[in-house]
């Protein structure tokens, strides 16, 4: 991927969290290919480590740091030794997510909190412990990997809607309480996205007929925009959720 100029990140350190959905090297090979240091935070069996090894292979710095994204001694003692690691912090990336689809007069109490602890309180987490260090800097750079569910429904998915009706908020909100403090906040809503390799039969699925662009996406769909919001260029962009569908949300 060519880099402009201006969305350069050499010098920049940056953390993101993992979950299993394979997204996070991909997400983790951008910034270093913009020149970033990656600190990568998950469980031990997300894709933290296969991230760290992206990121290695592109000779940047990076480390992989054990985390339970759903509690806050974890996440603050991870951004201690990010901290600690890497000498600064400039760049978060809230990727972690876990998926789930299932009726709604199903979906048990445990099911909602969990979700609800993965997918959103992980974000609180970590956006307040790296707020810390990027509010005494006066800089930085907040980058939530959301999904188009935050603004269109879906049937066996209210519970995932809901979740990321909040991200889509919680961004926007803290885009404006954060803005005078030199602090830009912006989320990626992701469509339907896959690593996997996309093949003939593939194609075929009703899914790719419905997706305007032909086809799912993959992470390095993302790649791009991800580099740009982690940029110094995206300074007068912030609140914003801009959305990678492949035009789904067209049909809206």
């Known amino acids: ?8 990140l050499t010098g920049k350190t940056a953390i993101i969290t993992a979950d299993r959905r394979g997204w996070t090297p991909h997400l983790a090979s951008a910034l270093a290919e913009a020149g970033a240091d990656v600190a990568v935070a998950g469980s031990e069996n997300s894709d933290m480590t296969d991230a760290v090894s992206a990121v290695k292979k592109l000779g940047r710095k990076s480390v992989a740091i054990t985390t339970n994204v759903r509690d806050a001694e974890s996440v603050n003692s991870m951004v201690s030794t990010a901290v600690l690691e890497l000498g600064k912090l400039d760049i978060l990336v809230n990727n972690a997510r876990a998926e789930f689809g299932k009726r709604f007069e199903k979906v048990e109490e445990c099911e909602w909190d969990t979700l609800m602890d993965f997918n959103v309180k992980s974000m609180f987490l970590c956006c307040q412990a790296v707020g810390n260090v990027m509010l005494e800097q006066k800089s930085g750079r907040i980058v939530n990997i959301g999904s188009a569910l935050s603004v269109r429904g879906l049937w066996n998915s209210v519970a995932a809607c809901a979740a990321q009706g909040a991200i889509h908020q919680l961004t926007s909100s803290l885009a404006l309480e954060w803005g ?8 990626i809503g992701a469509g339907w996205i896959t690593p996997e390799e996309q093949t003939e039969e593939s194609q075929k699925e009703l899914l790719v007929r419905y997706i305007p662009s032909r086809r799912k996406g993959h992470p390095n769909d993302l790649a791009s925009l991800l580099v740009y919001l982690a940029s110094d260029a995206c300074d007068f962009v912030t609140g914003q959720t801009i959305f990678i569908d492949g035009g789904v949300l067209a049909h809206a």
């Open 1 to 8: 991927m060519a880099i402009p100029q201006e969305w350069d």
């Open 180 to 187: 005078r403090e030199g602090i830009r906040v912006n989320s």
